[in-house]
């Protein structure tokens, strides 16, 4: 058994779609970055490398590689988990929390875990999906960002 953690904080921007886990989050700003942006996935994707000690994510999709514009964060997570397959693990389960001080995301937590469960082809009930405001306390708190934070158990198959 392994234990990885991942994390990603991003700019919040106006003129971008804000979307958390696969979900598509409506709100007046979305996240900045090359591909998407989805800050939750992202850090799925870095605990899930860590645990196998393959780096992060950006070895994989580096920002700087035009291909990866705008990409679907999924898909980048689509290729972790046949990283996953083929170095001969599977998840165990699965926390993670998004720290957001807007907007509010309460009601869309259970379709990001069931959209991640999918993507990593496992049961819902192995991926939790939390959120935390940071009671206006510093980048997030004054409303600038939105971070997450994930931690997986894997074991070998």
Do not use: W
């Not at 234990?3 to 921007?13: A, E, N, S, V, W």
């Not at 942006?37 to 992060?56: F, I, P, R």
């Not at 939790?128 to 510093?138: A, L, N, P, R, T």
């Not at 997986?152 to 198959?157: H, R, W």
Request: glycine share 10%.
């Amino acid at each position: 058994m392994r234990i990885g953690i991942g994390y990603d904080i991003h700019r919040l921007k106006e003129g971008r779609s804000l979307i958390l886990g696969g979900i598509l989050i409506p709100h007046t700003q979305g996240l900045e970055g090359h591909s998407d942006a989805d800050a939750l996935t992202h850090a799925v994707c870095d605990s899930l490398l860590g645990a196998m000690n393959e780096g992060d994510l950006g070895r994989y999709y580096p920002s700087s590689d035009p291909e990866f514009k705008d990409m679907d964060s999924l898909e980048m997570l689509k290729g972790v988990v046949e990283k996953l397959a083929q170095r001969g693990f599977h998840l165990v389960n699965l926390d993670t929390v998004i720290i957001a001080q807007v907007p509010r995301l309460e009601s869309y937590l259970s379709n990001m875990a069931k959209r991640l469960a999918e993507v990593l082809a496992v049961s819902p009930n192995l991926v939790s999906v939390k959120v935390k405001s940071s009671d206006h306390i510093g980048t997030i708190g004054r409303m600038e960002g939105i971070a997450s934070q994930a931690v997986c158990l894997i074991e070998s198959v």
